[in-house]
């Protein structure tokens, strides 16, 4: 081998690194904010490691190859439980409840747009996160066909007014108190599957872009939360985190509930969905199953919307 084609495979194996380190942090299952932070980016490193792999086939590149197989591999192991996870067995012929959940950006004033997106999802029940002033004005033409709503206070961060709403096509039977330091919105609505809890949930970014603790402790704030809670729950919004990583498992184990598949990514609407990070989350109780989850019409958002459904869970 020349001088040339050694320098080229270091290189290649040194930009490898990367993705590399993206895998292990993910495999790792260290809670440091660190490789937390790493962890959140499995899927575009798999699919970039991909793109970087066929290149290296074609230069023939042949150790570089080989580094390159063996990060694929490892990320492909790290992103399977975002992508695969349990989705539950519903009962034969059961009824069906459908949600639409969004992250539709405090500074987005195309209502249009907005409009379109819960049209075209024909969900029963419609959750919005970081709904800001412009579209809270003219809440009639995005939600005129849910009159069933309840709402959060409009809560500035960083000077981004933003409130979260529920609207449902069916009654609501009740509202789910909101702890201090959570911004969530909840209600029980009186559903074809009985009674369901349903959260709309806004966690704040990961450290270093906020305060070093935020997640874990809102995340325990949404566990007291579902503590007093009876019956099926679905928890919908903008987590700032895969499911997989670990904020995603504290939701799981300490709140007790299961995240829909998050393949395709819904942040950041720049790049395609497949290689997107999946941060808006739909997770569910046991008591349910998971009929379909497919992305929605943008909405004018930097977050695409997710469009579920859901059946009883045999028993």
Request: net charge neutral.
């Amino acid at each position: 081998m020349s001088a040339f084609r050694v320098i080229l495979n270091l290189v290649a194996i040194a930009v490898l690194c990367a993705p590399l380190a993206v895998a292990g942090s993910a495999l790792s299952g260290i809670g440091h904010r660190w490789p937390e932070i790493l962890a959140q980016f499995t899927a575009p490193a798999l699919f970039a490691t991909g793109g970087v792999l066929v290149l290296l086939m074609l230069l023939r590149l042949w150790p570089a190859v080989v580094v390159g197989v063996v990060t694929l591999a490892l990320l492909s192991i790290a992103v399977w439980p975002q992508w695969m996870p349990d989705r539950g067995k519903a009962m034969t012929e059961g009824p069906e409840l459908s949600l639409y959940s969004a992250n539709v950006l405090w500074e987005n004033n195309d209502v249009a747009a907005i409009a379109a997106s819960v049209r075209e999802a024909d969900a029963d029940v419609v959750i919005l996160i970081e709904l800001g002033n412009g579209p809270a004005a003219r809440i009639e033409e995005i939600l005129g066909a849910y009159p069933h709503r309840v709402g959060s206070p409009a809560i500035g961060r960083g000077g981004k007014p933003a409130r979260s709403v529920i609207a449902s096509r069916y009654p609501l039977t009740g509202i789910v108190d909101r702890p201090d330091g959570l911004h969530a919105v909840g209600a029980v609505v009186r559903t074809p599957l009985g009674e369901v809890n349903i959260l709309g949930v806004h966690l704040t970014r990961p450290w270093p872009f906020q305060y070093q603790w935020g997640q874990i402790s809102q995340t325990m704030a949404l566990a007291e939360v579902r503590r007093d809670l009876t019956g099926p729950v679905i928890v919908a919004g903008d987590f700032n985190a895969v499911s997989s990583a670990r904020i995603g498992r504290q939701v799981q184990a300490e709140v007790g509930v299961v995240p829909a598949p998050g393949f395709p990514g819904t942040w950041p609407t720049s790049i395609p969905a497949f290689a997107g990070i999946t941060i808006d989350q739909v997770y569910r109780s046991a008591d349910l199953a998971l009929l379909e989850r497919r992305l929605g019409l943008a909405n004018g958002s930097d977050h695409r919307p997710v469009v579920t459904r859901f059946g009883l869970a045999e028993s």
